[in-house]
């Protein structure tokens, strides 16, 4: 699987939008992107995954760049709640096999 | 739906002793995936299942750890004998097969002595 480069952490005025980059420039043409969260003390949660397309969810969008050789995980308002670690991953699509890093600890500031 | 259950949620013991963690995944939930989480090392895949089978193991981390899937609705991790340094939040996810989504448990924090 494809490594991911992730900044360690960022800051986010509450009620602003959150810009997660991550790069991922050995990336293959099967494997996809994922963005899982851990707050504090629980388990990681799944947020959203694509592979070439741009995709929006209920709790955020993605947006890959065309090359594919990085992205961009967006919170629209951030909130308190959305202070956590923030991991980018990359995963072929016939593995189930997750490989996480440090990702980036963001904190949502009142 | 309960989620992805995993038994005890902490436990402390002794250098030397028999640990063992359990995990019931999300029914139909057909790959099971437990996780070890350090300061240190992050959190490391150690082994996932699917169909109870096991398909990658590559991430135990020496002899003394063993996981087992009698059935599709739980699992465990057996350490044996603890030693400190295996101290760390241990998690447990299960998704359907294939499936694009892992769901974690709330894991179980051990502390070995």
């Known amino acids: 699987d494809a490594k991911t480069t992730q900044p360690p952490s960022m800051d986010c005025a509450e009620g602003r939008a959150a810009n997660l980059p991550c790069n991922h420039s050995?990336?293959?043409?099967?494997?996809?992107v994922y963005w899982y969260r851990q707050i504090h003390s629980q388990g990681p949660q799944y947020i959203i995954h694509g592979l070439k397309n741009n995709e929006t969810n209920e709790m955020a969008s993605l947006i890959i760049t065309e090359d594919r050789k990085s992205s961009t995980l967006i919170l629209p308002h951030a909130t308190l709640r959305d202070t956590a670690v923030y991991y980018c991953i990359v995963r072929a699509g016939n593995t189930g096999k997750l490989i996480f890093g440090q990702g980036t600890t963001l904190q949502v500031k009142p | 739906d309960a989620g992805v259950i995993q038994s005890p949620r902490h436990e402390v013991t002794e250098m030397g002793q028999e640990v063992t963690l359990r995990c019931k995944p999300i029914?139909?939930?057909?790959?099971l995936f437990w996780y070890r989480q350090t300061m240190m090392r992050g959190l490391e895949l150690l082994i996932y299942f699917n169909n109870n089978v096991p398909i990658d193991d590559s991430g135990m981390p020496e002899d003394r750890f063993s996981a087992k899937m009698p059935n599709a609705s739980f699992s465990t991790l057996k350490i044996q004998p603890s030693e400190p340094r295996d101290s760390a939040v241990y998690f447990c996810?299960?998704?359907?097969?294939?499936?694009?989504?892992?769901?974690f448990g709330p894991g179980t924090r051990l502390l070995v002595l």
């Open positions: 029914s139909g939930h057909n790959s």
């Open positions: 050995t990336i293959s043409g099967n494997e996809y």
């Open positions: 996810a299960s998704s359907p097969l294939g499936g694009e989504t892992q769901y």
